[in-house]
């Protein structure tokens, strides 16, 4: 089975702080997504890689920024953590040739 | 216009009944078409895709896709109260990479 974890379930972090969600697949995807889920809004891409040291702005990549150095791992960096970046954070893979993408189980952050 | 658009609900349903999702989609070369199911505070598994006009079953499930109406559907025959949940209609569009843009999901109720 696909494998795709985040590495950390909850988080509270303060305004300000430089913020780092994690993410790893077992399974040499290709591609890998970061998402925000906000009730209402639904799931909102932010950035999307689909190589190594590759990325792709998503529809709302402002107050972010994402690293992939080696292909199982792709990093969501929040600068400078706001209020308004409370949410949850999905992130996902799928391989190059299939469109089916496999999430991880989610990061519920909290800024505060 | 929002590029993939679903009807919050709630979408009740009796035990054993039919229940039918729909979502319409803007990008009319799109051609990769998805649905997710999402527990409550759970993340999104994928249950079906279709790539093509027509019908697609797997067992209780059958995804309807309509190009020409730019409509993909998803029927639950036999619903039960486990498929309780939101569900997530999916769209790859056309151009750039393989970018999965979420409708905001409809949340099914089965009643006992």
């Known amino acids: 089975d696909v494998k795709v974890t985040q590495s950390s379930r909850y988080l509270v972090k303060r305004t300000g702080e430089k913020v780092f969600l994690e993410c790893v697949q077992d399974?040499?995807?290709?591609?890998m997504f970061w998402y925000r889920q906000d009730p209402g809004l639904g799931l909102r891409l932010i950035y999307f890689?689909?190589?190594?040291?590759?990325?792709e702005k998503g529809d709302i990549p402002e107050g972010y920024s994402v690293s992939r150095e080696k292909k199982e791992r792709f990093s969501l960096i929040l600068e400078s953590a706001s209020t308004n970046q409370t949410s949850m954070y999905l992130c996902?893979?799928?391989?190059?040739?299939?469109?089916?993408?496999?999430f991880g189980q989610g990061t519920r952050l909290t800024v505060v | 216009q929002k590029e993939v658009e679903q009807n919050s609900g709630p979408l009740s349903v009796p035990e054993g009944a039919i229940a039918s999702l729909n979502c319409t989609y803007s990008?009319?070369?799109?051609?990769?078409f998805f649905w997710y199911r999402q527990y409550s505070g759970k993340s999104p598994e994928l249950i079906m895709f279709?790539?093509?006009?027509g019908d697609k079953e797997d067992g209780r499930f059958t995804a309807q896709l309509n190009k020409a109406s730019q409509y993909v559907s998803l029927l639950i025959r036999d619903s039960q109260p486990s498929d309780s949940a939101t569900y997530l209609c999916?769209?790859?569009?056309?151009?750039?990479?393989?970018?999965?843009?979420f409708g905001t999901g409809t949340k099914l109720q089965v009643i006992p």
């Open positions: 399974m040499d995807h290709e591609n």
């Open positions: 890689s689909y190589d190594v040291k590759m990325k």
């Open positions: 990008d009319r070369g799109s051609q990769s």
């Open positions: 996902a893979s799928s391989p190059r040739d299939r469109d089916q993408a496999f």
């Open positions: 999916a769209v790859i569009m056309s151009g750039g990479y393989q970018k999965v843009t």
């Open positions: 279709i790539y093509s006009n």
